[in-house]
């Protein structure tokens, strides 16, 4: 059953992300800043731009069209067929609504254009801003609700769109913020997460290199936790016990054991990145002390063969 759930889980995800996350998450840094990879990464985050730029635009056109059509609007909501109690009220808000849509493309844009400065200068993709894929987020609902108005006056619609043409572009924006999150804006955070777990990990695995001798999982650092060295190098990973105990711990035990090994941008990763994380540290601690202790072996045996 779990199988059947995960294998479904896989599908979702491969259909939702058009980046293969499994080519580059084992890769280092250097590989993904390369020619190949960097084209890639960057034209994802500039068509995003774009579609942000043209949002932006046709939101300013929207203002722009309600201002020039303004009689005509008020006309409309005085006649028989619409009778609004406030003409001028009711022009005023969907003035305002428009406003605020611009306004957050525009913050959208702005902050987009800063992350990508940001990310050039100091060469990494983890840089891009989560902000921009959180406001496309809320853009998508927040123009939902002109969904829900038109459906309620759906008899109107056609009056609506013969009017202005600004109400044809309001009923379509909607669409363009769904097609932008789930198709552009989704990618864009698997981009900058991808960045973050392979610089966590290089970060991570130099500091254990640094400091062979102190081990992070203890009872003290993670509420009981033991440490279980495996004493069979080729065992599997998922066969691991250290591995299935990852496997058993709660969220909120994989955010402590993450906060305590410093691992950066853990609160957007998924539970399984996390422990993959964690468990690749694990493995390089006991490589790394296996090393030491058969050195320090060859050391004695050097020092009383000598004597």
């Not at 056109?61 to 006309?75: H, T």
């Not at 003035?95 to 990508?116: E, H, M, W």
């Not at 009981?224 to 035990?253: A, C, H, M, V």
Request: some cysteine; charged content about 20%; proline content about 3%.
């Amino acid at each position: 059953m779990s199988q059947k759930k995960s294998l479904k889980s896989f599908k979702l995800n491969k259909g939702l992300y058009l980046i293969d996350i499994d080519k580059y998450i084992d890769k280092n840094k250097k590989f993904l800043w390369e020619k190949k990879q960097k084209k890639l990464f960057f034209t994802w985050i500039f068509v995003f731009l774009i579609a942000m730029l043209c949002i932006l635009t046709l939101n300013i056109a929207i203002i722009i069209g309600q201002c020039v059509d303004k009689p005509r609007i008020l006309e409309f909501f005085s006649s028989p067929q619409i009778m609004e109690m406030n003409p001028e009220a009711t022009w005023s808000t969907l003035l305002a609504y428009n406003v605020v849509d611009a306004a957050i493309s525009a913050i959208v844009v702005v902050n987009l254009s800063f992350s990508i400065y940001k990310c050039i200068n100091l060469k990494s993709l983890k840089y891009i801003s989560f902000l921009a894929t959180i406001f496309v987020f809320i853009q998508m609902i927040y123009g939902s609700f002109s969904w829900i108005q038109y459906i309620i006056q759906a008899p109107k619609i056609a009056e609506y769109f013969k009017v202005s043409w600004i109400y044809v572009l309001n009923f379509i924006m909607p669409f363009l913020y769904i097609f932008v999150w789930f198709f552009i804006s989704r990618n864009i955070s698997l981009i900058r997460n991808i960045f973050i777990r392979v610089e966590t990990r290089e970060i991570l695995m130099k500091q254990a290199e640094l400091n062979q001798e102190s081990n992070p999982f203890t009872p003290n650092n993670f509420g009981g936790f033991e440490n279980t060295k495996s004493t069979n190098s080729d065992i599997s990973k998922e066969t691991n016990p250290f591995y299935k105990r990852l496997k058993n711990l709660s969220r909120e035990q994989l955010n402590e054991m993450a906060q305590a090994l410093s691992i950066s941008g853990y609160e957007t990763m998924k539970d399984q990145e996390i422990i993959d994380i964690v468990y690749e540290i694990k493995h390089s601690q006991e490589q790394n002390s296996k090393e030491i202790e058969v050195e320090s072996q060859q050391k004695e045996k050097e020092e009383e063969s000598q004597k």
